[in-house]
């Protein structure tokens, strides 16, 4: 449910936080998010791996 990845170019200063599969993100934790960060799936995949989905945030964030 957040804002795609696709649309994160321009970002200067962010702090990336990411949760694993099986967890997620704590409640405590997301009240201190500001946005949250969609990427879009394509394929048959039930999801990335933690590690996978954050070089995806980041290469975007560079690009």
């Known amino acids: 449910n957040?804002?795609?990845v696709h649309h994160l170019k321009g970002l200067t200063e962010a702090i990336i936080v990411i949760g694993n599969e099986s967890k997620g993100i704590s409640a405590e934790v997301m009240e201190l998010c500001t946005e949250k960060i969609t990427i879009p799936k394509?394929?048959?995949a039930e999801s990335l791996n933690a590690a996978?989905?954050?070089g995806i945030i980041l290469s975007h964030m560079v690009a």
């Open 2 to 4: 957040g804002k795609n």
């Open 42 to 44: 394509n394929g048959q």
């Open 52 to 54: 996978v989905a954050a």
